[in-house]
Protein backbone atom coordinates (compact mmCIF):
# COMPACT_ATOMS: atom_id res chain seq x y z
CA UNK A 1 0.00 0.00 0.00
CA UNK A 2 1.35 3.30 -1.05
CA UNK A 3 1.76 6.26 1.39
CA UNK A 4 -1.20 7.89 -0.42
CA UNK A 5 -3.74 5.27 0.11
CA UNK A 6 -2.34 4.57 3.39
CA UNK A 7 -2.97 8.18 3.90
CA UNK A 8 -6.63 7.55 2.23
CA UNK A 9 -7.16 4.40 4.57
CA UNK A 10 -6.32 6.66 7.50
CA UNK A 11 -9.20 9.08 6.85
CA UNK A 12 -11.35 6.73 5.70
CA UNK A 13 -11.46 4.69 8.80
CA UNK A 14 -11.93 8.00 11.42
CA UNK A 15 -14.92 8.37 8.99
CA UNK A 16 -16.58 5.05 9.52
CA UNK A 17 -15.69 6.06 13.22
CA UNK A 18 -17.06 9.19 13.22
CA UNK A 19 -20.23 9.12 11.33
CA UNK A 20 -21.30 5.75 12.67
CA UNK A 21 -21.41 7.59 16.23
CA UNK A 22 -22.25 11.31 15.29
CA UNK A 23 -23.79 10.91 12.05
CA UNK A 24 -22.74 13.30 9.23
CA UNK A 25 -24.41 16.51 10.48
CA UNK A 26 -22.65 15.74 13.84
CA UNK A 27 -19.38 15.07 12.65
CA UNK A 28 -17.16 17.94 11.44
CA UNK A 29 -13.71 17.67 9.12
CA UNK A 30 -11.69 18.87 11.84
CA UNK A 31 -12.78 16.02 13.95
CA UNK A 32 -12.37 13.47 11.02
CA UNK A 33 -8.29 14.85 10.77
CA UNK A 34 -7.83 14.80 14.14
CA UNK A 35 -9.00 10.98 14.85
CA UNK A 36 -6.78 10.16 11.46
CA UNK A 37 -3.74 12.42 12.11
CA UNK A 38 -3.87 14.55 9.65
CA UNK A 39 -4.80 18.18 8.60
CA UNK A 40 -7.92 19.51 6.97
CA UNK A 41 -5.70 20.05 3.65
CA UNK A 42 -5.21 16.19 3.23
CA UNK A 43 -8.30 15.21 3.30
CA UNK A 44 -9.78 18.02 0.73
CA UNK A 45 -6.95 16.72 -1.77
CA UNK A 46 -7.94 12.90 -1.07
CA UNK A 47 -11.38 13.39 -1.27
CA UNK A 48 -13.06 17.28 -0.81
CA UNK A 49 -15.83 18.16 0.85
CA UNK A 50 -17.55 15.90 4.01
CA UNK A 51 -20.06 15.18 1.79
CA UNK A 52 -17.28 13.64 -0.57
CA UNK A 53 -15.38 11.73 2.35
CA UNK A 54 -18.95 10.33 3.37
CA UNK A 55 -19.82 9.20 0.11
CA UNK A 56 -16.59 7.60 -0.84
CA UNK A 57 -16.27 6.21 2.13
CA UNK A 58 -19.62 4.22 2.14
CA UNK A 59 -18.75 3.46 -1.61
CA UNK A 60 -15.53 2.10 -0.68
CA UNK A 61 -16.90 -0.04 2.25
CA UNK A 62 -20.05 -1.24 -0.01
CA UNK A 63 -17.80 -3.05 -2.27
CA UNK A 64 -16.17 -5.01 0.56
CA UNK A 65 -19.31 -5.80 2.18
CA UNK A 66 -21.23 -7.10 -1.28
CA UNK A 67 -17.80 -8.94 -2.33
CA UNK A 68 -17.95 -11.01 0.58
CA UNK A 69 -21.89 -11.50 1.10
CA UNK A 70 -22.24 -12.30 -2.79
CA UNK A 71 -19.32 -14.92 -2.26
CA UNK A 72 -21.47 -16.64 0.50
CA UNK A 73 -24.63 -16.30 -1.20
CA UNK A 74 -23.25 -17.92 -4.53
CA UNK A 75 -22.16 -21.19 -2.13
CA UNK A 76 -25.13 -21.28 -0.15
CA UNK A 77 -27.43 -21.27 -3.28
CA UNK A 78 -26.02 -24.42 -3.78
CA UNK A 79 -27.71 -25.90 -0.97
CA UNK A 80 -31.38 -25.09 -2.25
CA UNK A 81 -32.30 -24.15 1.28
CA UNK A 82 -33.63 -21.00 2.25
CA UNK A 83 -32.27 -21.10 5.80
CA UNK A 84 -28.84 -21.23 4.76
CA UNK A 85 -29.25 -18.38 2.18
CA UNK A 86 -30.49 -16.36 4.61
CA UNK A 87 -28.17 -17.00 7.39
CA UNK A 88 -25.13 -17.45 4.70
CA UNK A 89 -25.53 -13.22 3.39
CA UNK A 90 -26.27 -12.05 7.29
CA UNK A 91 -23.25 -13.91 8.67
CA UNK A 92 -21.04 -13.22 5.86
CA UNK A 93 -19.72 -9.14 7.10
CA UNK A 94 -18.71 -11.45 10.29
CA UNK A 95 -17.30 -14.61 9.19
CA UNK A 96 -15.53 -13.93 6.00
CA UNK A 97 -14.29 -10.13 5.88
CA UNK A 98 -10.60 -9.91 5.29
CA UNK A 99 -9.44 -6.31 4.93
CA UNK A 100 -9.79 -4.03 8.36
CA UNK A 101 -7.34 -1.66 6.91
CA UNK A 102 -10.60 0.42 6.93
CA UNK A 103 -13.33 -0.96 9.15
CA UNK A 104 -13.72 -4.40 10.57
CA UNK A 105 -17.34 -6.07 9.10
CA UNK A 106 -19.31 -5.29 12.56
CA UNK A 107 -18.10 -1.33 12.04
CA UNK A 108 -19.22 -1.65 8.51
CA UNK A 109 -22.52 -3.19 9.44
CA UNK A 110 -22.46 -0.24 11.80
CA UNK A 111 -21.92 2.17 9.63
CA UNK A 112 -24.72 0.71 6.72
CA UNK A 113 -27.26 0.60 9.38
CA UNK A 114 -26.69 4.77 10.30
CA UNK A 115 -26.40 5.00 6.57
CA UNK A 116 -31.01 4.65 6.79
CA UNK A 117 -31.06 7.36 9.46
CA UNK A 118 -29.31 10.27 7.24
CA UNK A 119 -30.48 12.31 4.27
CA UNK A 120 -31.31 10.23 0.97
CA UNK A 121 -29.84 12.90 -0.72
CA UNK A 122 -26.95 12.14 0.66
CA UNK A 123 -26.85 8.34 0.24
CA UNK A 124 -28.76 7.89 -2.39
CA UNK A 125 -26.41 7.72 -5.41
CA UNK A 126 -23.77 5.70 -3.62
CA UNK A 127 -26.84 3.33 -2.34
CA UNK A 128 -27.72 2.73 -6.04
CA UNK A 129 -24.66 2.33 -7.46
CA UNK A 130 -22.66 0.31 -4.93
CA UNK A 131 -24.80 -1.45 -2.65
CA UNK A 132 -28.75 -2.24 -3.73
CA UNK A 133 -28.11 -4.54 -6.73
CA UNK A 134 -26.04 -6.87 -4.70
CA UNK A 135 -28.75 -7.00 -1.96
CA UNK A 136 -31.62 -7.39 -3.94
CA UNK A 137 -29.55 -10.29 -5.68
CA UNK A 138 -29.63 -11.83 -1.69
CA UNK A 139 -33.69 -11.24 -1.45
CA UNK A 140 -34.67 -12.41 -4.79
CA UNK A 141 -32.99 -15.65 -4.21
CA UNK A 142 -34.58 -16.03 -0.32
CA UNK A 143 -38.15 -15.13 -2.35
CA UNK A 144 -37.81 -17.78 -5.05
CA UNK A 145 -38.31 -20.16 -1.91
CA UNK A 146 -41.66 -18.20 -1.39
CA UNK A 147 -43.24 -17.85 -4.78
CA UNK A 148 -47.04 -17.53 -3.12
CA UNK A 149 -45.91 -14.63 -0.70
CA UNK A 150 -47.68 -11.00 -1.50
CA UNK A 151 -45.83 -8.47 -2.15
CA UNK A 152 -46.84 -6.87 1.24
CA UNK A 153 -46.34 -9.68 3.45
CA UNK A 154 -42.79 -9.42 2.22
CA UNK A 155 -41.88 -6.60 2.49
CA UNK A 156 -42.70 -6.52 6.01
CA UNK A 157 -41.26 -9.81 6.57
CA UNK A 158 -37.65 -7.75 4.87
CA UNK A 159 -38.29 -5.20 7.64
CA UNK A 160 -38.79 -7.48 10.73
CA UNK A 161 -35.62 -9.52 9.60
CA UNK A 162 -33.54 -6.38 9.12
CA UNK A 163 -34.61 -5.23 12.69
CA UNK A 164 -33.98 -7.71 14.46
CA UNK A 165 -30.38 -8.49 12.46
CA UNK A 166 -29.14 -5.19 13.65
CA UNK A 167 -30.16 -5.44 16.87
CA UNK A 168 -27.88 -8.53 17.01
CA UNK A 169 -24.78 -6.66 15.25
CA UNK A 170 -24.84 -3.65 15.96
CA UNK A 171 -26.02 -2.69 19.45
CA UNK A 172 -22.40 -3.36 21.19
CA UNK A 173 -23.47 -2.93 24.49
CA UNK A 174 -27.18 -3.05 25.27
CA UNK A 175 -30.05 -4.12 23.01
CA UNK A 176 -32.90 -2.26 22.57
CA UNK A 177 -34.58 -4.50 24.94
CA UNK A 178 -31.84 -3.18 27.61
CA UNK A 179 -30.52 -6.72 27.78
CA UNK A 180 -26.76 -7.51 27.50
CA UNK A 181 -25.37 -7.86 23.86
CA UNK A 182 -25.04 -11.51 22.36
CA UNK A 183 -21.63 -12.52 22.20
CA UNK A 184 -22.34 -15.15 19.79
CA UNK A 185 -23.51 -13.46 17.31
CA UNK A 186 -23.10 -15.99 13.97
CA UNK A 187 -24.91 -18.79 16.33
CA UNK A 188 -27.61 -15.84 16.70
CA UNK A 189 -27.87 -15.23 13.41
CA UNK A 190 -28.11 -18.83 12.67
CA UNK A 191 -31.31 -18.90 15.11
CA UNK A 192 -32.51 -15.72 13.27
CA UNK A 193 -32.23 -17.27 10.15
CA UNK A 194 -34.21 -20.47 11.12
CA UNK A 195 -36.94 -18.07 12.68
CA UNK A 196 -37.24 -16.13 9.19
CA UNK A 197 -37.71 -18.97 7.12
CA UNK A 198 -40.92 -20.22 9.46
CA UNK A 199 -42.47 -16.68 9.56
CA UNK A 200 -41.80 -16.67 5.48
CA UNK A 201 -43.37 -20.18 5.34
CA UNK A 202 -46.23 -18.82 7.66
CA UNK A 203 -47.12 -15.81 5.37
CA UNK A 204 -46.17 -18.05 2.04
CA UNK A 205 -48.92 -20.21 2.87
CA UNK A 206 -51.31 -16.92 3.03
CA UNK A 207 -51.03 -15.96 -0.28
CA UNK A 208 -51.81 -19.29 -1.59
Known amino acids: ?29 RAIADAAGVNQGLIRYHFG ?30 SGSA ?3 IYA ?21 IFLNRMGYEAPELTRGVYESHYSFAIREWQE ?3 AHFPAMRAGDWYWCLTSLRGMYFNIVVHNDFTLWGLP ?3 DREAAIYR ?3 DAVHLLQVYSQRGE
Do not use: H
Not at 3 to 27: H, N, P, W, Y
Not at 51 to 72: I, K, P, W
Open 181 to 183: SIQ
Open 89 to 109: WLAAPISRWRDASVASGEEVL
Open 49 to 78: LKADVYRDTLAYVSEQYNAVCLEALAEARG
Open 141 to 143: AVR
Open 1 to 29: MSKSDETKAQIMRAAVQLFSRMGFEGTGL
Open 192 to 194: LAQ
Open 83 to 85: EDI
